[in-house]
């Protein structure tokens, strides 16, 4: 451009720097928008019911959560209530979106301890693992724990712990999952993850769920009523 020519200011409407064209197209502030100007936000929810994310993807992504997880941390236990906590906001909108794909009568909340367990072994594993959990119990010496055993977690599948961390679990993002759930739906509880191998399935983790007093007087409230 020489010196006697003036830039031309841009179209009322259109800020500047955004571009025209297929080069600027979709452009705004700085991100870029498909052609349709819908973004993912758009996309129904019970479209992508039945897709599933490829093994290999899955590994490569929760492998780089773990290693994320690890940086700065004191020890096992830091490392595992790290993951815990990155699976706990995954639980809280989960939960939201499984009721939503539920029929009109029967989206409603768990308002007892079974249900909310029934919910999490069945429809919550069967959505995250394409299968149910492996086994419900509860506690002979304990009334407010109960546990979830999974013989061959899949965030463990993938995942090489090296000796000096060999009580390292990473089925802790799991745990953080179930607690989200839990809190979502108003059963306040703390869940941790317990390697408990044997020779069949070395990789057992049983999710151990502690709920809150207050979860166990009001279970009790609703049997008397």
């Given at each position: 451009?020489?010196?006697?020519?003036?830039?031309?200011?841009?179209p009322s409407?259109?800020?500047?720097?955004?571009?025209?064209?297929?080069?600027?197209?979709?452009?705004?502030?700085?991100?870029?928008?498909?052609?349709?100007?819908?973004?993912?936000?758009?996309?129904?929810?019970?479209?992508?019911?039945?897709?599933?994310?490829?093994?290999?993807?899955?590994?490569?992504?929760?492998?780089?959560?773990?290693?994320?997880?690890?940086?700065?941390?004191?020890?096992?236990?830091?490392?595992?209530?790290?993951?815990?906590?990155?699976?706990?906001?995954?639980?809280?909108?989960?939960?939201?979106?499984?009721?939503?794909?539920?029929?009109?009568?029967?989206?409603?909340?768990?308002?007892?301890?079974?249900?909310?367990?029934?919910?999490?072994?069945?429809?919550?594993?069967?959505?995250?693992?394409?299968?149910?959990?492996?086994?419900?119990?509860?506690?002979?010496?304990?009334?407010?724990?109960y546990m979830?055993?999974?013989?061959?977690?899949?965030?463990?599948?993938?995942?090489?712990?090296?000796?000096?961390?060999?009580?390292?679990?990473?089925?802790?993002?799991?745990?953080?999952?179930?607690?989200?759930?839990?809190?979502?739906?108003?059963?306040?509880?703390?869940?941790?993850?317990?390697g408990v191998?044997?020779?069949?399935?070395?990789?057992?983790?049983?999710?151990?769920?502690?709920?809150?007093?207050?979860?166990?007087?009001?279970?009790?409230?609703?049997?008397?009523?």
């Open positions: 451009m020489s010196a006697s020519q003036a830039a031309k200011p841009a409407g259109v800020p500047p720097g955004s571009g025209q064209g297929a080069a600027g197209r979709g452009a705004v502030g700085g991100l870029r928008y498909p052609s349709n100007k819908k973004t993912i936000y758009d996309r129904n929810l019970n479209r992508s019911r039945t897709a599933e994310l490829s093994r290999a993807s899955f590994a490569y992504l929760f492998g780089e959560m773990v290693t994320y997880a690890q940086r700065r941390v004191t020890g096992i236990q830091d490392l595992e209530k790290r993951l815990n906590v990155q699976g706990y906001s995954l639980g809280l909108r989960l939960l939201d979106l499984l009721l939503y794909r539920e029929p009109v009568r029967t989206a409603q909340r768990p308002t007892k301890i079974l249900p909310l367990l029934q919910l999490i072994t069945t429809t919550l594993w069967r959505h995250l693992f394409s299968r149910p959990a492996d086994a419900l119990e509860r506690s002979k010496d304990h009334e407010d724990e979830i055993s999974d013989n061959d977690p899949l965030v463990n599948q993938y995942i090489s712990v090296p000796k000096e961390m060999n009580q390292l679990n990473c089925a802790a993002f799991v745990a953080g999952i179930i607690e989200g759930v839990c809190d979502g739906t108003g059963f306040p509880a703390r869940v941790t993850a317990h191998g044997t020779e069949l399935w070395p990789g057992k983790t049983v999710f151990l769920i502690k709920f809150q007093p207050e979860v166990l007087e009001r279970e009790a409230f609703l049997q008397r009523s």
